[in-house]
C-alpha cells in the first residue's frame, strides 16, 4: 500500500527544514512529491558528514519519498514548465516569501487561473497584514521572536535557544496538516484555495498554550510562565550509575511516591495534596526528587516506580536510542541500501494505520535526479526535454548539457 494520500501531487518549491519537513509528512503518507531546486539544489544537502557532495544526513532525513527535478525558475523554460505542471497538480507548496512568487509570476492569482482546484500554501515567516510580512525568518529568528530563549533562561541562565530546530519542525507540522485538511475541503467543494501558514503566528500559540498563563486574563491575575516547566530542576535525575526521566505528576502518583520514598506523612501536607499546591511548590518538591532519586540505581528506581505505575524511563542519548528495546521492537529504526549513498540508517514512520498503510517508497534523491523522468510524466516529449536542458531551463546529472554558461539558479 502506498499511504492514505497516494494520489495527490504536490508541487514542492520548499527547502531548509520547516517545508521540507511539511513535504515529507505528506510524502510519507503516499503523496507525490515533487521536488523543485535550484542547481545549487536545497541547502540542507550540505549539512554534516556525507558520503557524496550534497548528500548529508539531515537532507537524507527530510527528503525520502520525494523525487528531485531542477528548474530555473528565472529562465522562461523553466518557469514555462513549472506553470505547466501547475496545470496538473493538486497542491503547490512553498517557503519563499509571497513577494518572491508574485516576481516569479507563480502569485496564488496567476497560478489559480491555470489550475482552479489548486491547493496553493505557503509557509513562511509572518502573516501578511503586519509590519513583519515581508521579513525574512528561520528558526532562531522564530524563538526569539516568540520568547523561548527567555523560557530557557529561568532554566539554564541565559536567554538559550532550544537544542533541535522545534519551531521550523512545529510550523512544518502545521503545514502538513493544512494542506490535508484543504484537499479534504476540496473534496467536499470541487475548488481550491489559498493557504498562509506563518511561523510566528503558529509558534506562538504553540509556545503560549502553555506560557501565557495569568497573562490570559485581563487584567493579568498572574505572572506569565508555568513555573513548573521553567523551573530549573525539572530536568533529568541523577541516579547512582545514571539518569532517570520522571514524572510524578497526578495525586496517586504523588502519594505512592511519598511511601516509596519513606516519607509518607507528605501525602497528607497541604502544601503537596494537590496540583495547585504542588505548583506553589514545585522549587521544593524538585529538590526533593532529586535527593531522593541519588540514593538508588536506574535500573532500581525503573522496577520500583514501574510496579507503582509512576511515569519513569531511563534517559537515552541519540546513539543508545538506537538500541532501545521499544525502538528494536517496534521497528523503528532500520538500514537499508540507498542507491548512491550505500547503507544508511532511516527513522520509520510512527503512525499505524489499518488499511493505506504508509511505506517508505523512494530514497532521498540526487540533485535533480528525476528531472528527465518528471517532465515525462507531466507530458514532455523526449525532444522537449532534450531542449529544455540544452537551453538551461532544466538540469539533470545524467544530462550532458551541464556547462557553466547554462548553469542558471532558481
Given at each position: 500500500?502506498?499511504?492514505?494520500?497516494?494520489?495527490?501531487?504536490?508541487?514542492?518549491?520548499?527547502?531548509?527544514?520547516?517545508?521540507?519537513?511539511?513535504?515529507?509528512?505528506?510524502?510519507?503518507?503516499?503523496?507525490?512529491?515533487?521536488?523543485?531546486?535550484?542547481?545549487?539544489?536545497?541547502?540542507?544537502?550540505?549539512?554534516?558528514?556525507?558520503?557524496?557532495?550534497?548528500?548529508?544526513?539531515?537532507?537524507?532525513?527530510?527528503?525520502?519519498?520525494?523525487?528531485?527535478?531542477?528548474?530555473?525558475?528565472?529562465?522562461?523554460?523553466?518557469?514555462?514548465?513549472?506553470?505547466?505542471?501547475?496545470?496538473?497538480?493538486?497542491?503547490?507548496?512553498?517557503?519563499?516569501?509571497?513577494?518572491?512568487?508574485?516576481?516569479?509570476?507563480?502569485?496564488?492569482?496567476?497560478?489559480?487561473?491555470?489550475?482552479?482546484?489548486?491547493?496553493?500554501?505557503?509557509?513562511?515567516?509572518?502573516?501578511?497584514?503586519?509590519?513583519?510580512?515581508?521579513?525574512?525568518?528561520?528558526?532562531?529568528?522564530?524563538?526569539?521572536?516568540?520568547?523561548?530563549?527567555?523560557?530557557?533562561?529561568?532554566?539554564?541562565?541565559?536567554?538559550?535557544?532550544?537544542?533541535?530546530?522545534?519551531?521550523?519542525?512545529?510550523?512544518?507540522?502545521?503545514?502538513?496538516?493544512?494542506?490535508?485538511?484543504?484537499?479534504?475541503?476540496?473534496?467536499?467543494?470541487?475548488?481550491?484555495?489559498?493557504?498562509?501558514?506563518?511561523?510566528?503566528?503558529?509558534?506562538?500559540?504553540?509556545?503560549?498554550?502553555?506560557?501565557?498563563?495569568?497573562?490570559?486574563?485581563?487584567?493579568?491575575?498572574?505572572?506569565?510562565?508555568?513555573?513548573?516547566?521553567?523551573?530549573?530542576?525539572?530536568?533529568?535525575?541523577?541516579?547512582?550509575?545514571?539518569?532517570?526521566?520522571?514524572?510524578?505528576?497526578?495525586?496517586?502518583?504523588?502519594?505512592?511516591?511519598?511511601?516509596?520514598?519513606?516519607?509518607?506523612?507528605?501525602?497528607?501536607?497541604?502544601?503537596?495534596?494537590?496540583?495547585?499546591?504542588?505548583?506553589?511548590?514545585?522549587?521544593?518538591?524538585?529538590?526533593?526528587?532529586?535527593?531522593?532519586?541519588?540514593?538508588?540505581?536506574?535500573?532500581?528506581?525503573?522496577?520500583?516506580?514501574?510496579?507503582?505505575?509512576?511515569?519513569?524511563?531511563?534517559?537515552?542519548?541519540?546513539?543508545?536510542?538506537?538500541?532501545?528495546?521499544?525502538?528494536?521492537?517496534?521497528?523503528?529504526?532500520?538500514?537499508?541500501?540507498?542507491?548512491?549513498?550505500?547503507?544508511?540508517?532511516?527513522?520509520?514512520?510512527?503512525?499505524?494505520?489499518?488499511?493505506?498503510?504508509?511505506?517508505?517508497?523512494?530514497?532521498a534523491p540526487r540533485l535533480g535526479e528525476q528531472t528527465a523522468q518528471?517532465?515525462?510524466?507531466?507530458?514532455?516529449?523526449?525532444?522537449?526535454?532534450?531542449?529544455?536542458?540544452?537551453?538551461?531551463?532544466?538540469?539533470?546529472?545524467?544530462?550532458?548539457?551541464?556547462?557553466?554558461?547554462?548553469?542558471?539558479?532558481?
Amino acid at each position: 500500500m502506498a499511504g492514505p494520500l497516494e494520489g495527490v501531487r504536490i508541487l514542492d518549491l520548499t527547502s531548509n527544514f520547516m517545508g521540507p519537513y511539511a513535504s515529507l509528512l505528506l510524502a510519507d503518507m503516499g503523496a507525490d512529491v515533487c521536488k523543485i531546486e535550484s542547481r545549487e539544489g536545497d541547502t540542507t544537502r550540505n549539512i554534516g558528514p556525507s558520503r557524496h557532495p550534497g548528500m548529508g544526513p539531515i537532507f537524507l532525513h527530510l527528503n525520502r519519498n520525494k523525487r528531485s527535478i531542477v528548474l530555473d525558475l528565472k529562465h522562461p523554460e523553466g518557469i514555462g514548465a513549472l506553470r505547466h505542471m501547475v496545470q496538473q497538480a493538486d497542491v503547490l507548496l512553498y517557503s519563499m516569501r509571497p513577494h518572491t512568487m508574485t516576481k516569479l509570476g507563480i502569485a496564488y492569482e496567476h497560478v489559480r487561473e491555470l489550475n482552479p482546484r489548486i491547493i496553493y500554501c505557503g509557509a513562511f515567516g509572518f502573516g501578511q497584514n503586519g509590519p513583519y510580512a515581508t521579513r525574512p525568518a528561520y528558526d532562531d529568528l522564530i524563538q526569539a521572536a516568540v520568547g523561548m530563549p527567555v523560557l530557557q533562561s529561568r532554566k539554564s541562565g541565559p536567554p538559550d535557544y532550544v537544542a533541535t530546530a522545534v519551531a521550523d519542525r512545529v510550523v512544518g507540522m502545521a503545514t502538513s496538516n493544512a494542506v490535508a485538511m484543504a484537499l479534504y475541503r476540496r473534496e467536499k467543494s470541487g475548488v481550491g484555495q489559498q493557504v498562509f501558514v506563518p511561523m510566528l503566528e503558529t509558534f506562538a500559540h504553540f509556545v503560549l498554550g502553555d506560557h501565557l498563563y495569568g497573562h490570559t486574563f485581563v487584567p493579568p491575575i498572574g505572572d506569565w510562565g508555568y513555573a513548573r516547566m521553567m523551573n530549573p530542576d525539572r530536568r533529568p535525575y541523577r541516579t547512582l550509575d545514571g539518569y532517570i526521566g520522571v514524572n510524578v505528576y497526578a495525586d496517586h502518583h504523588w502519594k505512592r511516591f511519598f511511601v516509596l520514598s519513606g516519607h509518607a506523612e507528605m501525602a497528607d501536607d497541604p502544601r503537596f495534596a494537590t496540583i495547585a499546591g504542588r505548583t506553589e511548590n514545585i522549587a521544593y518538591l524538585y529538590g526533593f526528587l532529586a535527593k531522593v532519586f541519588e540514593t538508588r540505581t536506574s535500573a532500581q528506581w525503573v522496577e520500583l516506580l514501574g510496579e507503582a505505575d509512576i511515569p519513569v524511563i531511563e534517559m537515552n542519548t541519540p546513539e543508545t536510542l538506537i538500541d532501545d528495546p521499544h525502538m528494536k521492537a517496534v521497528g523503528f529504526f532500520a538500514e537499508e541500501e540507498h542507491p548512491s549513498e550505500g547503507l544508511i540508517r532511516t527513522l520509520g514512520i510512527a503512525q499505524q494505520w489499518s488499511e493505506s498503510t504508509p511505506e517508505l517508497r523512494y530514497p532521498a534523491p540526487r540533485l535533480g535526479e528525476q528531472t528527465a523522468q518528471l517532465l515525462a510524466e507531466y507530458g514532455y516529449s523526449a525532444d522537449q526535454i532534450a531542449a529544455m536542458l540544452r537551453s538551461g531551463g532544466a538540469w539533470t546529472p545524467d544530462s550532458a548539457f551541464d556547462s557553466r554558461e547554462n548553469n542558471h539558479v532558481a
